[in-house]
């Protein structure tokens, strides 16, 4: 069973400046299958990023997703204050996995 | 545009059973798998299983196989979740979503179960 780690567990920044967040898996991953999700308090998760690197309908470009094999990592350019959010990396391999999540907070 | 819109909040009692649903909207519901998803309040995501409307083909998460059973209502455009014996444990919300390949996309609003003697 693949297990995703993220770090870190919880980011502290400000608006304007940049966040990187990492998903760690514990074996190679197809990178068609990973995806990044956002999930403000009270809603549901939201699709931001699949297949590693490619943004979901109506994401901006100020996210962005890479890496390959065991690393991952979602981008977040210059944060607004609508970005400060939990954030999820998920894999699919004949069962979906989702990390723990990173909280990025103000 | 699709849409999944969740059945409303409850509060139920231990070894209660429950069914909670999933109704979808601006797609063609039968051609999508439909997922399921646990949040724990505070905690992270856990995939629980699928189901294909079409044919009713369901595959579960080891972890909620015999736990919880998935079916689907085709006329109605509506799945479900559900319970036969409520725990403590099984607090939580939970998601429906529409899978597109391998990702989940959109979500429902969410189900909050609440099991309290």
């Known amino acids: 069973e693949i297990v995703l780690t993220q770090s870190p567990g919880t980011l502290s920044l400000s608006p304007g400046e940049r966040a990187t967040l990492s998903c760690r898996a514990s074996?190679?991953?197809?990178?068609?299958?990973l995806a990044w999700y956002q999930q403000k308090p009270g809603q549901a998760p939201r699709l931001l990023i699949i297949?590693?690197?490619s943004r979901a309908r109506g994401i901006p470009d100020r996210f962005s997703g890479g890496g390959s094999g065991t690393d991952f990592t979602l981008t977040i350019s210059r944060l607004e204050p609508e970005d400060f959010a939990v954030y999820y990396c998920?894999?699919?391999?004949?069962?979906?996995?989702f990390g723990q999540g990173t909280k990025v907070e103000i | 545009e699709a849409q999944l819109v969740q059945s409303g909040a409850e509060v139920k009692k231990p070894g209660e059973s429950l069914k909670i649903s999933c109704t979808g909207s601006?797609?063609?519901?039968?051609?999508?798998?439909i997922a399921w998803v646990r949040q724990i309040p505070g905690k992270g995501l856990e995939w629980m299983g699928n189901?294909?409307?079409?044919?009713?083909?369901?595959i579960y998460s080891p972890s909620f196989q015999g736990q919880v059973t998935i079916s689907v209502d085709r006329s109605a455009s509506t799945a479900f979740l559900q319970w036969s014996g409520l725990k403590a444990s099984d607090t939580a919300i939970y998601y429906c979503?529409?899978?597109?390949?391998?990702?989940?996309?959109?979500w429902g609003q969410g189900t909050l179960v609440t099991v309290s003697s």
């Open positions: 074996q190679t991953l197809t990178s068609a299958y």
């Open positions: 979503a529409k899978r597109d390949g391998t990702v989940f996309d959109p």
């Open positions: 297949g590693a690197s």
């Open positions: 998920q894999h699919y391999d004949s069962s979906w996995t």
């Open positions: 601006g797609y063609i519901f039968d051609n999508f798998w």
């Open positions: 189901i294909y409307p079409g044919d009713s083909d369901t």
